[in-house]
């Protein structure tokens, strides 16, 4: 089983920047696709990014050019950089493991685990 550990939530001012790394224990997870999710308050959780085992990736078409999701396999961490934060970006931000070897534009049905979640806030 494998735990993910989100962090780098915080409050922020509109148009910064913000990096938030997951880190993951357990078991590696060099394989599985991962990804983030977000939810606001009084919305349903978002999938936003997601990358596979080729470090191939998929983005919400609204984060697209903003979000950059990443891996570091050394590490057992997944990355999500937010780029020109805006109050629309103010949410929960999880993480998520999903199934091995299966490519990142698949779907969010395709993930079985989240962390507990980091809090971005965005000042205007």
């Known amino acids: 089983q494998v735990q993910l550990v989100e962090s780098g939530g915080g409050l922020v001012q509109t148009g910064d920047s913000l990096r938030l790394p997951c880190a993951a224990t357990?078991?590696?997870?060099?394989?599985?696709?991962m990804g983030w999710f977000r939810q606001a308050p009084g919305k349903e959780r978002e999938s936003v990014a997601a990358?596979?085992?080729?470090?191939?990736?998929s983005y919400l078409d609204s984060v697209t050019g903003r979000f950059t999701i990443s891996r570091d396999n050394f590490k057992n961490t997944l990355y999500l950089k937010i780029n020109s934060q805006n109050p629309e970006d103010a949410a929960v931000y999880y993480c998520?493991?999903?199934?091995?070897?299966?490519?990142?534009?698949?779907?969010?049905?395709?993930?079985?685990?989240w962390g507990k979640g980091t809090k971005v806030t965005v000042s205007s």
């Open positions: 998520a493991v999903g199934a091995k070897w299966t490519p990142a534009d698949f779907g969010s049905s395709y993930f079985d685990s």
């Open positions: 990358i596979d085992w080729r470090d191939n990736t």
């Open positions: 357990g078991r590696s997870i060099d394989t599985n696709l």
